[in-house]
């Protein structure tokens, strides 16, 4: 059945997509997965407890950052939706000028909402403890399958883009691209154009894309995907749509290499260049590296 298209007022304003960050879901894996990363590289923030009830580390950028993120034992049955989906990239997170204006503007696409959720978590630094505070707002129902798709307010972006968490021994930039399988792309991409409205995507070999600030967010064909990323993404067991890659800038593929060569992880060459970590190294998800 045909969606109708609903158009935004005029005095509701569009909402421009920039990549917040990225999550991957690790369970109650959370000690595996963050020693995982740090062997692949990436200087991790010390372990954050939300008010929610789940946990995470973090990989912070430039513009944007990685989350992983779980629960500890005894948690499992706080935020539990989360854990109904497959380990590995289940969270796709934009930037939010303002929750309410977002939560507004998603409405009036049609879009369907949560309203805006308010969370914190406790932040150590030298000078003492903060919290960090954040809204995010939600895309509600099944409208993304396998993962979330929100929107997240930073209140203290000071107390998450710490610059002395973005020096990676893995020369890491920041995140630039994202790929989502799907068999029919542009069915799984027609509710980011429903979110910011008409002439977002733009057709790509095996699917549809769209820029969110530095960051590219491919929806592809598995097919088109294993070929991208020389077959070390995971499969869709039912054929249902899932988040399953990463991309990262690097400062020196070289140094990056020879990080991933030091920590004995298996790389394979990308076409077109760079290099990819297999989805089984990296908690499930494909990480793919280039300058």
């Not at 991790?44 to 990989?59: D, I, K, Q, V, Y």
């Not at 997170?93 to 805006?116: L, N, T, Y």
């Not at 969370?119 to 403890?129: I, M, Q, S, W, Y």
């Not at 820029?211 to 070929?227: D, E, H, K, N, Q």
Request: hydrophobic share 45%.
């Amino acid at each position: 059945m045909n969606q109708a298209v609903t158009t935004a007022p005029a005095n509701v304003r569009r909402i421009e997509p920039v990549l917040d960050h990225v999550v991957i879901n690790v369970l109650d894996k959370l000690d595996e997965a963050a020693a995982q990363y740090a062997r692949l590289g990436f200087q991790l923030t010390e372990r954050g407890h939300h008010s929610l009830g789940s946990s995470n580390n973090l990989a912070i950028f430039r513009e944007n950052y990685l989350e992983l993120l779980g629960y500890l034992p005894g948690r499992e049955q706080k935020r539990k939706d989360l854990w109904q989906h497959p380990a590995g990239l289940t969270g796709l997170v934009f930037k939010s000028i303002d929750p309410d204006v977002v939560h507004a503007s998603m409405q009036s696409r049609g879009v369907p909402v949560e309203a805006p959720l308010q969370f914190g978590r406790p932040v150590a630094l030298p000078e003492g403890t903060r919290d960090a505070r954040f809204a995010v707002v939600r895309i509600a129902g099944d409208a993304v399958q396998n993962g979330r798709t929100f929107f997240c307010h930073h209140y203290t972006p000071d107390l998450v883009y710490r610059s002395e968490w973005q020096a990676h021994p893995n020369g890491v930039i920041t995140v630039t691209d994202f790929v989502i399988a799907a068999k029919e792309p542009a069915r799984t991409a027609a509710l980011y154009e429903r979110m910011f409205g008409p002439g977002l995507l733009q057709p790509v070999e095996g699917g549809v894309a769209f820029r969110a600030g530095p960051a590219a967010i491919s929806i592809l064909i598995p097919a088109a995907i294993a070929v991208r990323y020389a077959d070390a993404a995971p499969k869709s067991a039912d054929g249902s749509d899932r988040m399953v890659a990463l991309g990262f800038q690097v400062r020196a593929l070289g140094a990056t290499r020879a990080v991933l060569d030091r920590a004995a992880i298996a790389t394979r060459a990308l076409p077109g260049g760079g290099i990819v970590v297999p989805y089984q190294d990296a908690a499930n998800v494909a990480l793919a590296f280039r300058e």
